[in-house]
């Protein structure tokens, strides 16, 4: 099962965006980790709000019982993916996508850049 949302950029994306994520995983039927799917899409958009400043495009498949989530945007600025800050300074997203998720990454291809999320349904939800 897949599906896609297009966002524009604004103030009200990530709010979009993480209804979006819950419902997917309420279709789904992968309730279980809706809260940490929705926790990462949101700092993820967020950042492409406050950082990439684009519209973004938010897909996510939910195959044998695993949530893939990537997050798209139209900034191919380079972004390490290791070691994510915990500072307020740098950010957080990254660093609540490396702790929540099963395997995560960023790619980046034709001036766009995309942050990924793998989420095992069998996982036990962080609390």
């Known amino acids: 099962m897949t599906n896609t949302l297009r966002l524009e950029h604004g103030i009200r994306a990530p709010g979009r965006a993480r209804r979006w994520i819950v419902q997917r995983c309420q279709e789904w039927r992968c309730d279980a980790i ?3 799917a929705a926790l990462m899409v949101t700092e993820l958009v967020t950042n492409v709000f ?3 400043r684009t519209d973004c495009l938010i ?3 939910f195959v044998r019982s695993m949530l893939t ?5 139209g ?5 390490s993916a290791h070691p994510p800050s915990t500072t307020a300074e740098d950010g957080r997203g990254l660093a609540i996508v490396a702790a929540l998720a099963d395997t995560w990454g960023i790619q980046h291809n034709d001036g766009a850049k995309s942050v ?3 989420l095992s349904h069998t996982q ?4």
């Open 75 to 79: 900034d191919n600025e380079e972004i």
């Open 69 to 73: 989530v990537a997050v798209t945007d």
């Open 116 to 118: 990924w999320f793998r």
């Open 50 to 52: 406050l950082h990439a």
């Open 59 to 61: 897909h996510a498949e």
């Open 34 to 36: 809706a809260d940490d």
């Open 124 to 127: 036990q939800p962080h609390v």
